[in-house]
């Protein structure tokens, strides 16, 4: 059992928790205001797990914090998708449903898993990201055939993120099963969800790799990580 | 308290109806949204109860300044609760609005254009960490010690959703509370942190219950109805009571040096807060007024294609329900 593995689970639910938390207050309306910081707190609960457990099985006197939050960006393991910005909510909206598509059947795969504390998380963790998962396609579907402005950006939010989409299904020993096999279940639910949103797949599988094996992460994490870390790295003796 | 200044409506009703009325509410009966009410009643609680949502909701930017700098993912995640708490306390009460017969788009119309107030406390900004313990602590006991009272106030959907409201007010008391200690028994800087909001959060605490009682005109008809249970000074009096031995107890020194126990009065004497900066913060001239509605006019105007694309897919998906039948 790998601890990057674990890592690579908790940096992705850590990165998206952090970016979906940056809407507080901003969003379109007020239930999109609850729903968004439900999801962010959601995220942020299963990165405690996730986190808890690599520091726990690393054995080093790490806890999920020291993870969080004193490792430069070189060290974060997330996929690239979930450190795109947030733009505009189309775009968040579009990153949360892909991210979602993947993460439920990951955790699905997970609950199988022979360690029985994986399990154990991913067990917990699915009946949350079932929720976001039914949520993140009901928005796409809306905003997707909902007017001709909504359609034109929701379109365009997934055609800028789509490059991001091949790195999810990339796989090494690293990872706590093989992703790749998770593709057919993907795409196939990705078809309907499109079908319904009137939304085309792009044609290029083109794919952006580097944030899973942290072998080159995008320019926005590091600015992410200046604001989210700022506290417990200027006051390295504190706690809070 | 999110309700400041709120005008009490005159009212020009059939002076029998007037009367009954009065006697339900003397006898402590709930008033429903379809009994009768004088148009003065319903014109007072639309602009109170719009006042305590829009402050629900414009209370969430000071917080959320904080959720993406929260220091430990448990501090994080207990903000984000509290912030998401805060919104669903904002959409019970713009319910409870539109029971009155307005809609919850006009209500937002109307704080964006400034026809409609947000708590002064509000359009003070949140400059350190401390400030989430102090807002806690401060803003949401004081906070606390009017809507506890609210719960029986004599307006049915208005009273339920304080129930609700009170409960969750109170976590956030605590958890605000328990930020100030880690900090007020922290390291140095940590220290510093924690006097410094309290210093720039006290007079602002104090200026939350309103004007003092010899400058609050409106109250009597509010208190008749019971909209409003108690005075102004009567809360700040008992908010500087509870307040006091917390400060002693988190070693903080409250920014009052004429602040003594009086023995016979069985309160603290304090002073008053600045009343001209009060006046001037309504008027939009605190030091985040204009930051605080640009930020909900950018979130209106940036969400209207969604509130539009919704409502047109709805419409879709009826049209198709109806000619599928």
Redesign the interface.
């Known amino acids: 059992m790998s601890v990057q593995g674990l890592i690579r689970m908790g940096d992705n639910t850590?990165v998206l928790?952090?970016r979906v938390?940056?809407w507080?207050?901003?969003?379109?309306?007020?239930?999109?205001?609850?729903a968004l910081?439900?999801t962010?707190?959601d995220l942020?609960?299963q990165?405690?797990l996730w986190?808890g457990l690599a520091a726990e099985r690393e054995g080093k006197g790490r806890t999920?914090?020291t993870l969080?939050?004193h490792r430069d960006a070189w060290d974060f393991r997330n996929l690239l998708v979930v450190e795109q910005p947030n733009r505009?909510?189309?775009v968040t909206m579009m990153r949360q449903f892909l991210f979602d598509a993947w993460h439920l059947e990951a955790l699905k795969a997970l609950t199988e898993h022979e360690d029985a504390e994986i399990a154990a998380i991913a067990q917990k963790s699915v009946k949350e990201v079932t929720y976001h998962r039914e949520r993140s396609s009901d928005t796409v579907?809306?905003?997707g055939?909902?007017?001709e402005?909504?359609h034109e950006?929701m379109q365009a939010a997934l055609d800028r993120l789509w490059p991001y989409v091949g790195e999810m299904f990339s796989t090494d020993e690293d990872d706590l099963m093989d992703v790749s096999a998770l593709r057919p279940a993907f795409d196939a639910y990705l078809e309907t969800v499109l079908a319904e949103a009137t939304l085309s797949r792009p044609d290029s599988d083109f794919a952006h790799m580097g944030g899973k094996t942290g072998a080159r992460h995008t320019e926005h994490l590091g600015h992410m990580l200046a604001?989210?870390q700022?506290?417990?790295r200027s006051?390295p003796?504190?706690?809070? | 308290m999110y309700a400041q200044m709120i005008t009490s409506e005159a009212t020009q009703d059939d002076p029998e109806k007037l009367a009954a009325f009065q006697a339900r509410i003397d006898a402590g009966e709930k008033i429903e949204p379809k009994d009768w009410m004088p148009a003065g009643y319903r014109k007072t609680l639309i602009r109170q109860i719009s006042q305590h949502a829009h402050s629900e909701?414009v209370g969430?930017?000071p917080?959320?300044n904080w959720?993406?700098?929260?220091?430990?993912?448990?501090?994080?995640?207990i903000l984000?609760?509290k912030?998401?708490d805060e919104?669903?306390h904002?959409?019970y009460l713009?319910c409870a609005a539109e029971t009155l017969g307005v809609s919850?788009d006009e209500l937002t119309e109307m704080l964006l254009d400034g026809r409609m107030k947000y708590s002064s406390i509000f359009a003070y900004p949140t400059l350190t960490?401390a400030d989430m313990g102090a807002v806690g602590w401060l803003v949401d006991g004081a906070a606390i010690m009017n809507q506890v009272p609210l719960q029986r106030t004599s307006y049915g959907p208005y009273a339920r959703s304080m129930v609700r409201i009170c409960k969750e007010e109170s976590f956030h008391q605590r958890q605000g509370f328990d930020?100030m200690m880690?900090m007020a028994n922290?390291?140095e800087?940590?220290k510093r942190m924690a006097q410094d909001a309290l210093n720039r959060f006290w007079y602002p605490s104090l200026m939350m219950f309103g004007p003092s009682d010899k400058e609050s005109v409106h109250s009597e008809q509010s208190m008749a109805w019971k909209i409003k249970m108690n005075s102004n000074d009567e809360l700040r009096q008992k908010f500087v009571d509870q307040t006091v031995p917390q400060a002693e107890y988190l070693g903080l020194t409250i920014p009052d040096e004429t602040l003594a126990w009086n023995e016979e009065k069985g309160g603290y004497d304090f002073a008053e807060p600045d009343w001209s900066e009060f006046f001037d913060v309504l008027k939009g001239n605190g030091p985040c007024s204009v930051e605080r509605i640009e930020?909900r006019q950018?979130?209106w105007d940036?969400?209207?294609?969604?509130?539009?694309?919704?409502?047109?897919?709805?419409a879709?998906k009826r049209a198709a329900k109806v000619a599928a039948e």
């Open positions: 850590l928790g952090q938390s940056e507080c207050g901003h969003a379109p309306a007020l239930e999109e205001d609850i910081a439900n962010a707190l942020i609960g990165t405690q986190l999920a914090d969080a939050y505009d909510f189309g579907i809306a905003l055939d909902g007017t402005e909504s950006r604001t989210m700022v506290l417990p006051h003796d504190a706690t809070w | 909701i969430q930017l917080e959320g959720i993406t700098r929260a220091p430990t993912l448990e501090r994080k995640a984000l609760a912030v998401q919104a669903g904002g959409l713009y919850r960490w930020i880690k922290g390291t800087a940590q930020a950018k979130a940036d969400g209207a294609w969604v509130r539009e694309a919704r409502l047109a897919h709805a879709k």
